[in-house]
């Protein structure tokens, strides 16, 4: 560049606007992807159903894993403490909704035994979550 009498001027600063633009839209990627890596971090084969529909809500997610074991949102817990933790959950949001993921292989009696601490513990919103078959497994 030159100045108003003709000599040359070196540029001292450093542009960091595209800096902070590559920045901002890697920070965006990694939080719209940080819950799918979350949620593949248990393994819980759930079953599938060839009629069901994904819900925008937020839910709680508990789940009971093949080996028996009770989480909440990724936390083992055991069945007394499941209940209360979700009274607490109720009183600070009577309108909870509650997603309950369990492997195909567990028993009906220990399922329906999850649920009832759940409905116990006064949540009104309960749904069983289950994957999506691929339209060629229904016919």
Same mark, same amino acid.
């Given at each position: 560049m030159q100045n108003a009498d003709g000599a040359e001027e070196s540029i001292s600063g450093i542009n960091i606007a595209p800096f902070v633009d590559v920045i901002?839209?890697?920070l965006i990627i990694f939080m719209a &992807?940080?819950?799918?890596?979350q949620r593949r971090a248990i393994n819980v084969n759930v079953p599938q159903a060839a009629h069901s529909t994904p819900k925008a809500t =937020? &839910?709680?997610r508990v789940i009971y894993? !093949?080996? %028996?074991?009770?989480? @909440?949102? !990724?936390?083992k817990i055991s069945p007394e403490d499941l209940g209360k933790q979700l009274e607490i959950m109720v009183r600070a949001d009577p309108f909870l909704?509650?997603? @309950?993921l369990s492997d195909q292989g567990n028993s009906y009696g220990d399922v329906v035994g999850i649920l !009832?601490?759940?409905?116990?513990a006064g =949540? %009104? %919103?309960?749904?069983l979550e289950v994957r999506t078959k691929s339209p060629a497994a229904v016919k």
């Amino acid at each position: 560049m030159q100045n108003a009498d003709g000599a040359e001027e070196s540029i001292s600063g450093i542009n960091i606007a595209p800096f902070v633009d590559v920045i901002l839209v890697l920070l965006i990627i990694f939080m719209a &992807t940080a819950p799918l890596i979350q949620r593949r971090a248990i393994n819980v084969n759930v079953p599938q159903a060839a009629h069901s529909t994904p819900k925008a809500t =937020v &839910t709680i997610r508990v789940i009971y894993t !093949d080996v %028996k074991e009770l989480l @909440l949102e !990724d936390e083992k817990i055991s069945p007394e403490d499941l209940g209360k933790q979700l009274e607490i959950m109720v009183r600070a949001d009577p309108f909870l909704h509650v997603a @309950l993921l369990s492997d195909q292989g567990n028993s009906y009696g220990d399922v329906v035994g999850i649920l !009832d601490i759940i409905r116990g513990a006064g =949540v %009104k %919103k309960l749904a069983l979550e289950v994957r999506t078959k691929s339209p060629a497994a229904v016919k």
